[in-house]
């Protein structure tokens, strides 16, 4: 159980224009969905909380405009990454986690989406 | 910006050794879990420790917490080629609804 699956798992796109990413939770309802994106040999860097039906929060230094996190429901969430640029080539990492679950903030994360804007 | 802090930043060691990591994080936590990351993949969750217990197992893991010193430590016995991968520490900050991961441990092990 507790599976989440990411779409697409690669993309590559020219600079400027737009890129969606999908963050599925299949086997239960994620109240929460956490977005992360990791550079290459680093450690994950958490952008935006989003919980199902409200705005999404960002850290500080993460652009709202430029990374527009979508959470209509309870089982996707959507990360655009809008007129992408070569540097915002990472790997995006999605997680859903379920506070139902004993009050624990235990994360499931996606595979994870390489994206890279030539 | 990152809580935790790993060492060492790279491991690396023969099949059969055991291989330790260790975490250092500043604010109080509700717990503190451990992930693996093979090269270029997702996040496979290890184990989670609570902030009230000091010790816990899982297969050839374990990973100890002391509170006062802010540390954890995870420790693989027997390794194998297949443990190669990078270890993340994360923590559960007592305030607030989000992990912060540590900067990773990557290990390699060698047949």
């Known amino acids: 159980g507790a599976v989440v699956s990411q779409h697409p798992s690669w993309v590559i796109c020219k600079s400027g224009t737009s890129v969606k990413i999908e963050c599925r939770s299949l086997?239960?309802?994620?109240?929460?969905m956490f977005w992360y994106r990791q550079f290459p040999k680093q450690s994950l860097m958490l952008m935006a909380t989003?919980?199902?039906?409200?705005?999404?929060?960002?850290e500080q230094g993460v652009e709202k405009d430029k990374f527009l996190i979508n959470h209509a429901s309870l089982t996707l969430s959507t990360l655009t990454v809008t007129s992408a640029h070569p540097e915002d080539s990472s790997f995006y990492i999605c997680?859903?986690?379920?506070?139902?679950?004993?009050?624990?903030?235990?994360?499931?994360f996606g595979p994870g989406t390489r994206l890279t804007v030539l | 910006s990152q809580q935790g802090e790993e060492d060492p930043q790279a491991l690396s060691i023969q099949e059969g050794e055991n291989a330790t990591m260790n975490c250092s994080y500043k604010t109080s936590i509700n717990n503190l879990q451990w992930y693996r990351q093979n090269s270029g993949r997702g996040l496979v969750h290890l184990i989670l420790?609570?902030?009230?217990?000091r010790e816990k197992h899982s297969g050839r893991l374990r990973v100890t917490l002391d509170t006062s010193k802010k540390s954890s430590s995870l420790l693989i016995t027997a390794s194998r080629a297949a443990d190669t991968a990078s270890y993340f520490c994360?923590?559960?900050?007592?305030?607030?609804?989000?992990?912060?991961f540590g900067g990773g441990t990557r290990v390699l092990v060698k047949p």
């Open positions: 994360a923590t559960d900050e007592a305030a607030g609804n989000k992990l912060t």
């Open positions: 997680s859903a986690s379920n506070r139902a679950s004993g009050g624990l903030n235990e994360q499931f």
């Open positions: 989003s919980n199902e039906g409200s705005k999404a929060t960002y």
């Open positions: 420790i609570r902030s009230n217990e």
């Open positions: 086997d239960f309802q994620a109240t929460t």
